[in-house]
């Protein structure tokens, strides 16, 4: 992978090598589509969009921080005690932003439950410190974390809007189905509510993302 | 780059120093607002539980809105005794814990709130188990201590449009009116019952399509919780 090479020169801020660490796992790295990871809690927490928003973020920050952290100290961390040093660190910020979930938004904070905790095991994470953190500066690794939560959440906001859509007739907790549609006859699908479709979700989301670039297509 | 054993260990403890100081300040920090939470959305139960809705109301008036509806607490036993009438104390006890305990040290309480038409209304607060995890609620009697007023159930985790349900209006309603008695004053409870209620029946409620052992869980939480207050209960009516 292209981004792994290690930035060397000083780069502008904004650069474009920059923008692309933003760009990349929106679309042809995406952590979810592509490289399937972090699915646990896709299919967990994408039952309402507003859970989903909220966990989106989470791993957002989780990610850029921890990136932020490790990348600042990767000069001084032991390469035999690396990924314990990570762990803690990732460990350290999940707890945080499980304590702020608790303080201001305690009802969204109860739906996500155990998911919040589980960010620590969230492949995308470890994959993110080793792969990039490990070897680049604090600034690019802090872009990559940003990009990474966000092309993580992006998917998990898609799903969590055809689930609460389908599921429940609602959008973000406002209804949007017209009663009439219910009186002539439309039912909301429960099977949408339970976690088998969030799987199909993504599977349609990874079988549309492929057809249209064929770069993701493998040669049989 | 190779480091000396000397350096890991004293990079290790650094670092598990440094975090474990900045977990501790955190947590301090955020304590009150995350306690100030748990204690909110006990009181958003209570007062769901005799219909009133507290949907969207911002934090501090929810605390104003049941000081004015919730008028004393206390606490019984299961001999009937009033045990503990201070309300601040009453309203820290946590059923989870309670009934833990041999049932003659259990603290119950009743939660006395006076509705918007005047009426008096004694809640009771509730907690079981459903199909994967405990379910919870309060229910709330007339001064008859035997016609429901309202009740209100929730869950940790029961399954999404099945035994999850316990938490909305549609089966909920119906319990509105029943009677947890029946005329020689004996306690019925609820029977939440598969297939359908009787109309007629007023003891019984539907259970849930799909979500039986959730239902039954509910059924067996309100059977046993009530049990605990029956002494007090036919102290009163009499």
Redesign the interface.
Known sequence: MSEEKIIKEKDPWFSPRNFKLLKNPLNLENPVTVQVLGICSALAVT?QMKPAIVMALSVTVVTAFSNLIIALIRD??????RI??QL??VA?LV??VD??L???V?DVSKKL?VFVGLIITNCILMGRLEAFAMANKPWPSFIDGIGNGLGYGAILVIIAFFRELL?SGKIYGFDVIPKAFYEAGYVNN?LM??PPMALMTIGVIIWIQRSKNPVLQEDN | MEHSNKYIFIYSVVMVVVIAISLTIVAVQLKPAQEDNIRIEKMQNILSSVNVTTKGIPKMQVMEMYKKYVIRAFAVNNKGEVVESNTDKVFPIEMAAELKKPAEQQLLPVFVAVLDNKDTAFIVPLRGKGLWGPVWGYLSLKTDYNTIVGCMYDHKGETPGLGAEINTEIFQKPFFGKKIFDDQKNLTSINIIKGGAKPDDIHGVDAISGGTITSKGVERMLRDNLTGYEAYFKKQIK
């Open positions: 039952v001084t961390i032991p390469s035999r005690i314990i040093v803690v660190v350290a707890i945080i304590q702020l608790k303080a201001y305690y439950s599921g429960g509510i339970l």
